[in-house]
Nanobody, 112 residues
C-alpha cells in the first residue's frame, strides 16, 4: 500500500503562484497531478517518471512545472501565472507495477 501526503494549495490571486507537494511512503514509478472541478472529469495536469521524463497538459504548459526528488519520493507542482480557470481540486497520483494510487486532494482557488 502506498500512502500519499499532499501539501500546498489554498487561495491565491490571479497571476500568483502556488507550489504543491506530494510525498509517497515508498519508492514509486510515475508520479503526477490531476485536477477536477465539479461536474467535470478529472484531467491530467502533469506527470513525471522516475527517470524525470515529464508530460504536461497543453492548458498549463509554460505556466506549471512538475519536478520530483527521488531521494524523498516527493513530487512537486510549481504553478505560476495562475488563472481563475485553474481553480480545482488537485490530486496527487503515484503508480507502481501493480496499480495507481491517489492522494486525498487539495483545493486551489484562484481569485480574479
Amino acid at each position: 500500500q502506498v500512502q500519499l501526503v499532499e501539501s500546498g494549495g489554498g487561495l491565491v490571486q490571479a497571476g500568483g503562484s502556488v507550489r504543491l507537494s506530494c510525498a509517497a511512503s515508498v519508492s514509486v514509478s510515475t508520479m503526477g497531478w490531476y485536477r477536477q472541478v465539479p461536474g467535470k472529469q478529472r484531467e491530467l495536469v502533469a506527470s513525471i517518471t522516475s527517470g524525470l521524463r515529464t508530460n504536461v497538459a497543453d492548458s498549463v504548459k509554460g505556466r506549471f512545472t512538475i519536478s520530483r526528488d527521488n531521494t524523498k519520493n516527493t513530487v512537486y507542482l510549481q504553478m505560476n501565472s495562475l488563472k481563475p480557470e485553474d481553480t480545482a481540486v488537485y490530486y496527487c497520483t503515484a503508480s507502481t507495477s501493480y496499480r495507481q494510487y491517489w492522494g486525498q486532494g487539495t483545493q486551489v482557488t484562484v481569485a480574479s
